[in-house]
């Protein structure tokens, strides 16, 4: 089972490509030489004294020297530290291209939308027992390693097609660049290091959907997960399980949980029968809205068709697996408001003429449609589910 990073995962987004900072840059002054101590002609030294004495090393110099005459390299933190003083630079490998990024260099002004800055977390990105170090900054900003004595640049914000984030996922850190702000298709790359600075592991995650009319997946859109196609349920469950990202159920249970935050000022418009009244009519016309696993644990179909003998009669009819819900006319429409249909419903009609009703609300959004049940003045509704264009 996947586990999760505190449930969530944990994204820096903004900036623009790190241009600035990363062309013209010097190279840090790293393991320059350190001076030798004085002639034992003019001073003896002991064996003793030799082991305690201190060497001298230059300021910007990536290794010490131990007691033993070994070279001890320094440590991720000194490393880091010195980066963020602007005392060395990190070294940035892109496509075979080597260059240096300064901290100074880079924009830190709070205010702007592409200012970096250090960041509090502390992660073992590369899965190498040590935590990197993060910068907050543009399209998720950037993350650094210290090995070998010097800070390079473990990954970086892409742009909007490849934002910067990670994630706990099988028990180790991946990292991810992921492409979701733009219409057709939600793709995330994973990258799994080791520590060496080179990915053992990298694969996708995908829906695309390029034709969707509503630039919503479906049950047709192409769904992919490390090069296989699976289908829209296991790259839901995917989604739930690493991101905890809503289900399409879910999902659209969130969308109507908003939608009587606000009163609907729209003209009430009664039925009367009036062209008024049709014309706001037509605006629900929907031949086949589906759903799934219903509040009361049904999957089915809603439908407002007009009827083909030129009336202006409507058929609103929610089949499901049960049967159906109702199978009601345009006629059983009270009045509508703005997006919302108000349905008197006679569930059961005696001899006598009398009538038991149930009342519901329609709401129509285009991509998707709500149905909730209420009482008699259409007040306290209860949400029944969610029906989508295409599901």
Same mark, same amino acid.
């Given at each position: 089972?996947?586990?999760?990073?505190?449930?969530?995962?944990?994204?820096?987004?903004?900036?623009?490509?790190?241009?600035?900072?990363?062309?013209?840059?010097?190279?840090?002054?790293?393991?320059?030489?350190?001076?030798?101590?004085?002639?034992? %002609?003019?001073?003896?030294?002991?064996?003793?004294?030799?082991?305690?004495?201190?060497?001298? *090393?230059?300021?910007?110099?990536?290794?010490?020297? %131990?007691?033993?005459?070994?070279?001890?390299?320094?440590?991720?933190?000194?490393?880091?530290?010195?980066?963020?003083?602007?005392?060395?630079?990190?070294?940035?490998?892109?496509?075979?291209?080597?260059?240096?990024?300064?901290?100074?260099?880079?924009?830190?002004?709070?205010? *702007?939308?592409?200012?970096?800055?250090?960041?509090?977390?502390?992660?073992?990105?590369?899965?190498?027992?040590?935590?990197?170090?993060?910068?907050?900054?543009?399209?998720?900003?950037?993350?650094?390693? @210290?090995?070998?004595?010097?800070?390079?640049?473990?990954?970086?914000? /892409?742009?909007?097609?490849?934002?910067?984030? +990670?994630? *706990?996922?099988? #028990?180790?850190?991946?990292?991810?660049?992921?492409?979701?702000?733009?219409?057709?298709?939600?793709? +995330?790359?994973?990258?799994?290091?080791?520590?060496?600075?080179?990915?053992?592991?990298?694969?996708?995650?995908? @829906?695309?959907?390029? #034709?969707?009319?509503?630039?919503?997946? #479906?049950?047709?859109?192409?769904?992919?997960?490390?090069?296989?196609?699976?289908?829209?349920? *296991?790259?839901?469950?995917?989604?739930?399980?690493?991101?905890?990202?809503?289900?399409?159920?879910?999902?659209? @249970?969130?969308?109507?949980?908003?939608?009587?935050?606000?009163?609907?000022?729209?003209?009430?418009?009664?039925?009367?029968?009036?062209?008024?009244?049709?014309?706001?009519?037509?605006?629900? +016309?929907?031949?086949?809205?589906? +759903?799934?696993?219903?509040?009361?644990?049904?999957?089915?179909?809603?439908? &407002?068709?007009?009827?083909? #003998?030129?009336?202006?009669?409507?058929?609103?009819?929610?089949?499901? %697996?049960?049967?159906?819900?109702?199978?009601?006319?345009?006629?059983?429409? /009270?009045?509508?408001?703005?997006?919302?249909?108000?349905?008197?419903?006679?569930?059961?009609?005696?001899?006598?003429?009398?009538?038991?009703?149930?009342?519901?609300?329609?709401?129509?959004?285009?991509?998707?449609?709500?149905?909730?049940?209420?009482?008699?003045?259409?007040?306290?509704?209860?949400? &029944?589910?969610?029906?989508?264009?295409?599901?």
């Amino acid at each position: 089972m996947t586990r999760l990073l505190n449930k969530k995962i944990i994204t820096k987004s903004i900036g623009v490509v790190l241009a600035v900072g990363i062309t013209g840059c010097s190279s840090p002054n790293i393991g320059s030489k350190s001076e030798s101590v004085n002639d034992s %002609s003019t001073q003896e030294i002991s064996a003793v004294d030799t082991a305690n004495e201190e060497i001298s *090393e230059d300021s910007n110099s990536a290794a010490t020297a %131990s007691t033993d005459g070994s070279e001890q390299t320094k440590g991720s933190e000194e490393l880091y530290e010195e980066f963020i003083n602007g005392d060395i630079s990190a070294t940035c490998i892109y496509e075979g291209t080597e260059s240096q990024i300064w901290f100074k260099d880079l924009p830190q002004d709070p205010e *702007e939308w592409d200012s970096y800055s250090v960041s509090d977390e502390k992660v073992d990105l590369d899965n190498d027992g040590e935590d990197e170090l993060i910068l907050n900054g543009p399209y998720g900003g950037m993350y650094l390693d @210290a090995r070998d004595g010097q800070v390079y640049v473990l990954a970086q914000g /892409e742009g909007t097609a490849g934002e910067l984030s +990670y994630i *706990e996922y099988e #028990d180790s850190i991946y990292i991810i660049h992921r492409d979701t702000s733009h219409g057709g298709r939600k793709i +995330y790359r994973f990258d799994l290091y080791d520590g060496s600075g080179e990915a053992v592991e990298s694969f996708d995650l995908s @829906a695309e959907y390029w #034709d969707a009319e509503y630039d919503m997946y #479906d049950s047709d859109s192409d769904f992919t997960f490390k090069g296989e196609s699976i289908t829209m349920e *296991e790259y839901e469950k995917l989604m739930k399980d690493i991101f905890d990202i809503p289900t399409k159920i879910e999902y659209g @249970a969130q969308l109507a949980s908003l939608e009587f935050q606000y009163d609907d000022d729209s003209e009430k418009i009664i039925n009367d029968g009036s062209d008024t009244f049709y014309d706001a009519m037509e605006a629900f +016309y929907a031949e086949e809205y589906t +759903y799934k696993q219903s509040t009361d644990g049904l999957d089915g179909t809603l439908s &407002i068709i007009q009827e083909l #003998d030129n009336s202006r009669e409507y058929s609103i009819d929610d089949n499901n %697996s049960n049967g159906y819900r109702f199978i009601a006319l345009g006629s059983n429409v /009270e009045y509508i408001k703005g997006d919302r249909l108000y349905l008197k419903y006679p569930e059961t009609v005696y001899e006598d003429g009398t009538a038991v009703y149930t009342y519901y609300i329609i709401v129509h959004h285009g991509s998707h449609i709500f149905l909730f049940e209420t009482d008699e003045n259409y007040e306290n509704p209860e949400y &029944i589910y969610t029906a989508w264009y295409k599901y």
